[in-house]
C-alpha cells in the first residue's frame, strides 16, 4: 500500500480468494454453483463460537435442493428459508463463527455490507485508518494468502465502482446508458432485462439493490 495519511480513514476494496481448507461453508457453495450470485446482506454473533448470516441467492435452480446443500456446508448447523422465489431466495444461516470474522472482532472493524462470494473469491468493502486496514491484510493473508487490495479511496464516500458488486455495476451503466433514470424514463424493465440476458424478474431485484445501496449512501452522507 502506498503511503497515505494516518489521521484519515480510507475506504478499501479487498479480494480474498478462499480455499478447501477455509473452515466455514462459503468457499464450497460458491465453488459448487458458479451459476449464482450469493451475496451476505447481513451478520450477527450470537455467541463466542456461533453466529447467524443471512444470504441471498440469485439464478436459475433456486429450490430445496439448494438448501439442502447449504445445510451439508462446513460449520453450517441451520437454514431458514426466508423468501424464495423461481430466481432468487433468502436465507438465514446458523454456522460457526468464520476466521473472518474472528479477524474483524479483533481488531474493531466494521464489515459493509452486502459481502459478495462467488467462485470461491470474497469482495470486502472496508472503512478504517490505513493502519488498520494493513493489520487487516496482514491477518486475512495469514487465511488467504492471495488477498489483495483492488481498490483504494482517500475520500470515504464512495463511488458506485466501491459499493457495486461487478454485475450490479454493469446494470447501472446499462441502465444510465439507457436512460433508465430519465424524466421521462426512456427504457423499460423488459428491454433491459433482454440486453442483459437475463429475466425480467432478475434485473428488477438488482436495480432495486442499486438503487438500495446508492441512497444508503447518500443518506450516510446526508446525515454526516
Keep these: 500500500m502506498a503511503e497515505e495519511d494516518d489521521s484519515k480513514s480510507v475506504i478499501c476494496r479487498i479480494s480474498m480468494p478462499l480455499h478447501g481448507s477455509y473452515n466455514s461453508y462459503h ?16 451478520r450477527m454473533e450470537v455467541g463466542d463460537q456461533e453466529m447467524m448470516e443471512d444470504i441471498r441467492v440469485t439464478g436459475e435452480g433456486v429450490g430445496d435442493s439448494l438448501k439442502l446443500n447449504l445445510q451439508k456446508g462446513k460449520g453450517v448447523k ?19 463463527i468464520t476466521p473472518m470474522t474472528k479477524i474483524f472482532r479483533d481488531l474493531h472493524l466494521l464489515m459493509r455490507y452486502p459481502v ?4 470461491g473469491v470474497v469482495d470486502l468493502l472496508v472503512v478504517a485508518h490505513p493502519e488498520k486496514i494493513r493489520q487487516l491484510l496482514t491477518r486475512l493473508k495469514a487465511n488467504a494468502p492471495n488477498t489483495v487490495v483492488t481498490a483504494i479511496r482517500q475520500d470515504v464516500v464512495a463511488r458506485p465502482e466501491d459499493l457495486l458488486t461487478p454485475k450490479q455495476l454493469e446494470v447501472f451503466r446499462l441502465a444510465i446508458s439507457r436512460g433508465y433514470w430519465d424524466v421521462p424514463r426512456r427504457t423499460t424493465l423488459s428491454d433491459l432485462a433482454s440486453l442483459a440476458h437475463v429475466a425480467k424478474s432478475t434485473i ?15 443518506k450516510d452522507r446526508f446525515l454526516q
Excluded at 468457499?27 to 447481513?42: C, D, K, T
Excluded at 459478495?116 to 467462485?119: A, D, E, H, I, L
Excluded at 445501496?213 to 447518500?218: D, R, T, V
Aim: net charge negative; glycine share 4%.
Design 78 to 96: 441451520s437454514v431458514e428459508t426466508l423468501e424464495r422465489s423461481r430466481h432468487h431466495a433468502v436465507y438465514r444461516l446458523t454456522l460457526e
Design 116 to 119: 459478495s462470494f462467488s467462485g
Design 204 to 218: 428488477s431485484e438488482t436495480l432495486a439493490n442499486i438503487e438500495k445501496k446508492l441512497m444508503n449512501e447518500a
Design 27 to 42: 468457499f464450497g457453495f460458491a465453488e459448487a454453483h458458479p451459476e449464482l450470485s450469493i451475496q451476505v446482506l447481513s
